[in-house]
């Protein structure tokens, strides 16, 4: 029991809770200085495209009677993640903020699917002179406020580029990657993805917490008598084990985090 007498030395116990409070004070010191922020997600999808093996040659895919190769779905997600009010005043007129697919693409229709209040005013008209491009406005934006935005378009490009210089934001619209998708864990609904990966989590805390504080525990629990936390080698697979399981459970939670508001949760993106 020589690693769990280490384990429960009071002394390297209180330096790691110091270093939490130390890291956990920074973070909400930087979040406190964040002014006005506008932040985004993209999530695209393709739902058909001409010479895929599963459709004859002799098939012609139209939309609104025009003939195209291939038809593509995106939905971005703005919102203000900041602490100050974004407003139209912030928006520069010769470089707007826009959705912008390259590589020849054509936007075929553009529409707003939920918006955290009708107020915001956001618009998306499609560029008449660069028909790639969704041209995007709005009256205000203030904190937590946003929308959601569904692109109907030809292009190849799963990760649009969003362009355009905003006032008092001199870094533009920051990008916080792909709207995440559910993992399946293929035993239950994906929707209860993340309840059970916290509970295993948790699970594993608790498990792990032996090894921290073992002296109460063992007592508790009577382990001290046994030859399965006698050996120090088995105490060291044990704790291993816990990490891994400790580590895998939360970046898996991390990935599949939600950072835009929960009003401007949809269907296609749970």
Known sequence: MQILEVLSDPGWIGILIAAIGLVVAFLLYKASRIGAQLAFQVRSWKLIEKGEKTLPEDVEILFRGSSISRLMKTHVIFWNSGKAMVSEKSIILDDPLRVVFINGAEVLRVRILTITRKTNKFTTTINPSSPNEVICGFDYLDPGDGVVMEVLHTGKQYYPDIRGTLRGIPKGPMDYGSIPELVNIGLFPPKYTRKILYAGLIMMLIIGGYFLFPTFLSESLKLEDSPLFNDNTN????????????????????????????????????
């Open 235 to 270: 105490i060291w697979f044990f704790m291993i084990l816990i990490l891994f399981n400790i580590v895998c459970g939360s970046f898996l939670l991390w990935k599949t985090r939600r950072q835009y508001p929960s009003l401007l949760v949809i269907e296609d993106n749970k």
